[in-house]
């Protein structure tokens, strides 16, 4: 299931690269407002078009599962969508959080020193609150949908769509950078809350487990 999640992550990278290289070549470079309408069309295609791996690797697991039914003995299937979307939402945010460290590591090596002309110097830090952000988001998104595409919820699947442009897009508030963290991390916990009730949480759940962790007592088995 890794190495799925990597090939599709690689492909996703490889075509929104190649996407924006032949965008970039095709126009005229010193058109700044040509090219911010570029970036802006690169980062919304490639929310997009990550979103559409997801829906394909949704399918494709899905396809797994039937397998495995076929092949069991007792025609139940050892994992189950949700635990599958569980893999699948942090693989995506591990190879997504991977492929953002590799960005920053590279401006890390220079030339030049950031924040030495007056700009920010929370520059490394709030890339790493970021990429950490993502990382969650993806999880939590994954979860999301799944659920929507099994129980046929599209208004979930478009809900995931929505939150993952809204914080791509929040990144063009950088160097304001309160501005892209504070609604993403706002995102992360509605996601999460969201996330865990379809999961099959609930309020009461939530409420025992919190209690066995203040008496100090492990919580017993179907509690």
Known sequence: MGVMVCWSQCMYMIVSSLIWFIAVKASDPRDERLQKGLLIFG?????LLQ???RFLYYKLLRKAIEGLVALSEDGCSPISIQ???????????LMSGAFSMINLLADALGPGTVGIHGDSQLYFLTSAFMT?????????????FFHGCEHQRWWEIMAVVVMHLAVSGSSFCNPLYVGSLVPSY?????????????????????????LCLRSGASPQPGS
């Open 43 to 47: 980062v919304m295609f490639s929310v």
């Open 51 to 53: 979103e559409a791996f």
């Open 83 to 93: 635990q599958m979307a569980y893999v699948a939402g942090v693989g995506f945010g």
């Open 132 to 144: 950490m952000v993502l990382i969650f988001l993806h999880t939590f998104w994954g979860i999301l």
């Open 186 to 210: 706002l995102l992360m916990a509605a996601a999460a809350a969201w996330a865990y009730l379809v999961s099959g949480g609930s309020a009461q759940n939530l409420r025992r487990f919190l």
